[in-house]
């Protein structure tokens, strides 16, 4: 179990989750009464691809994303994301085809990616397939044509002239800057109520198998306390991801998943010089401490990163495919962005039409070698349901460290440097299969390791 989050809890009196009661070990916040959503069986030792409609194909439909996902299934995948796939307000639109989160209407799709229908059909598809499918969901703002703007303006955040305004940073109090959409007012229950209404829409009606949810970090602990219980009560499994680095998110279990963010940033960082190693212990040593329950979302790209901080080649270099390994395979869910099996080279214009260039998807059987391994060893499925990651050498340059559960185990050696480095591990590995390499090795304890620039190994027990 993933430390007691999913499993969806009957209608009828009320039941105990799984978890022990929990509090945010930073916040003291204890969670509250009603029923929660739990993870899905099914995403333990699931991978997820966040889907850019717009730049996938030429036609930018539903449709056309259909022939693709087979490949995808064949790649490992396991959950595909959809960046909104509402419409999108032409009012204080940015660029010539606006933010996919200006969203115009919550039950409604972009006339421009098809209909309703086309929509159901690619749900259906990717279903057959064997893949989940969950929707971008943006509940802190409306684009400014959204009907609420006119029919329920008390919906909205007002300025003291009265004026609805435009999203406002929580903790500095300035804007985001965010011009082309309209802040809600959370604390409206009437707002709220219309809000989940259409959340169990997507679900009854298109079939959709939980929610990327935007911004989630900057709405009150309670409205997540009501989105839970409302969803609950549908009595089927639902993955919830926020995007945000909170653990109240996960310790209230409403959300089973969370960003990375900090350690993809230190990423990035190692990949510049700028911080070693070391730094990645840091980090894991916190998550464990301060989140009771899920787990996190690992990645090198998302589509904010790539348009914004820059391709994987611009913020990593060379060692970008290391550190692909070291999101696939430490404890958490890996995320990949539309095109990194290609590879994707480019900066995708956010808000205009920008084709992905596929040449030959020169990373997919990169992609599938771990993400296949991540199915069949447990040592590497998500949560509590894998091994937690365990450093076994000394290093400021050369991360190693391995995963056990059940008897399977994955050894993963990663030189995160542009330089030849060597290193020792502090305990015997018996023979295990390289994925890569497709041989077997074995290092006593105390052996000197010498990598190569950003080379990468990963053992496996099966």
């Known amino acids: 179990m993933v430390l007691g989050l999913f499993g969806i809890f009957g209608c009828g009196s009320k039941q105990e989750s799984n978890a022990s009661p ?7 916040t204890t969670q ?32 056309a994303i259909v022939p693709h996902l087979e490949r995808l299934a064949r790649m490992g995948v396991d959950i595909i994301w959809l960046m909104p796939v509402h419409p999108i307000s032409e009012t204080k639109r940015k660029g010539t085809l606006g933010s996919y989160y200006a969203v115009d209407g919550f039950r409604d799709t972009n006339p421009e990616f098809g209909s309703e229908h086309d929509l159901q059909y690619l749900i259906s598809t990717a279903h ?3 893949m989940k499918v969950i929707i971008d969901w943006v509940p802190h703002h409306t684009g400014w044509d959204h009907p609420w703007i006119t029919e329920h303006p008390d919906w909205y955040s007002h300025d003291s002239d009265g004026n609805i305004i435009d999203p406002v940073n929580e903790e500095t109090g ?12 959370l604390s409206n229950q009437e707002m709220r109520k219309a809000m989940i209404s259409d959340m169990i829409y997507w679900i009854e009606t298109n079939g959709v ?29 639902i993955f919830m991801l926020a995007e945000g680095e909170d653990p109240r998110l996960r310790n209230r279990e409403n959300f089973v998943a969370t960003y990375a963010w900090e350690f993809h940033h230190a990423m990035n960082d190692i990949a510049n010089g700028k911080k070693n190693v070391n730094t990645l212990d840091v980090i894991l040593k916190k998550y464990r401490k301060e989140y009771k329950t899920g787990y996190h979302i690992y990645f090198t790209s998302n589509h904010d990163e790539n348009s914004w901080a820059g391709t994987v080649m611009e913020r990593m270099g060379d060692g970008h495919k290391t550190f692909a390994v070291l999101a696939a395979t430490i404890d958490g869910m890996p995320l990949i962005y539309s095109g990194q099996e290609a590879p994707l080279k480019k900066r995708l214009m956010f808000f205009e039409k920008d084709e992905i260039d596929w040449n030959d998807y020169a990373y997919a059987d990169f992609y599938k070698t771990l993400f296949q391994l991540k199915k069949r060893n447990k040592a590497l499925w998500n949560g ?17 460290f391995k995963r056990e559960m059940e008897g399977d185990k994955v ?8 330089k030849e480095q060597k290193t020792t591990l502090t305990e015997e590995i018996v023979k295990m299969k390289n ?10 304890a105390g052996d000197e390791i010498v990598l190569a620039p950003w080379e990468y190994i990963v053992l496996s027990n099966k």
Do not use: C
């Open 209 to 237: 198998d939980g929610f990327r949810v935007d911004h989630a970090h900057g709405l009150p602990d309670d409205y997540w306390d009501q989105v839970s219980d409302a969803l609950a009560r549908l009595n089927q499994p």
């Open 411 to 418: 050894v993963v050696i990663l030189n995160l440097t542009d």
């Open 435 to 444: 994925v890569f390499e497709r041989n077997t090795q074995a290092y006593q």
């Open 174 to 185: 300035e804007p985001w800057g965010w011009t082309d959409v309209a802040e809600l007012d």
């Open 128 to 130: 057959n397939n064997g």
């Open 384 to 400: 509590a349901d894998g091994g937690l990651s365990q450093r076994i050498n000394k290093s400021k340059d050369v991360y190693a």
């Open 22 to 28: 929990q509090s945010n070990a930073s916040n003291e």
């Open 32 to 63: 509250a009464p009603g029923y929660k959503v739990v993870v899905p069986g099914w995403a333990k030792n699931a991978s997820m691809y966040e889907l850019n409609i717009r730049q996938f194909t030429p036609e930018g439909t539903f449709r």
